[in-house]
């Protein structure tokens, strides 16, 4: 069974930091693009960062280069992103998701959509991250 487990979230005030943790399982990090996602309440879903892990290579959406970053300990199966300088308008629920091809175009054109269900192939309930001024 797959998993995407995300964890690590909860209430910061601006400027504060948080790190989240995506623990993956049930699928091979080298055969799958696995990226943060966030969605604000009523709002988009926000692709953010990625790391294809086929080559290794890393990608950003505009909206986050300079405060969030991402990285992963494939030993344990598990993505980070760090979250610095962090804004009320980044209250929302974190996911992982993971696509064999599809996270890397979302990221690098910083897709938004509307719905419940993400456009990848597997993806996790996220993690709720509160941001008070």
């Known amino acids: 069974d797959v998993q995407l487990q995300a964890s690590g979230g909860g209430s910061v005030q601006a400027g504060g930091s948080l790190t989240l943790s995506c623990a993956a399982s049930?699928?091979?990090?080298?055969?799958?693009?696995v990226g943060w996602f966030r969605r604000a309440s009523g709002q988009d879903h926000e692709a953010l960062l990625c790391i294809n892990f086929n080559d290794g290579n890393i990608y950003q959406a505009d909206s986050v280069k300079g405060r969030f970053t991402i990285s992963s300990d494939n030993a344990k199966k598990t993505v980070y992103l760090q979250m610095n300088n962090l804004k009320p308008e980044d209250t929302a629920v974190y996911y992982c998701?993971?696509?064999?091809?599809?996270?890397?175009?979302?990221?690098?054109?910083?897709?938004?959509?509307?719905?419940?269900?993400?456009?990848?192939?597997?993806w996790g309930q996220g993690t709720l991250v509160t941001v008070s001024s």
């Open positions: 049930g699928f091979t990090f080298d055969d799958y693009e």
């Open positions: 998701a993971a696509d064999r091809y599809a996270v890397v175009p979302m990221v690098q054109r910083g897709t938004r959509w509307r719905g419940t269900s993400p456009p990848t192939e597997y």
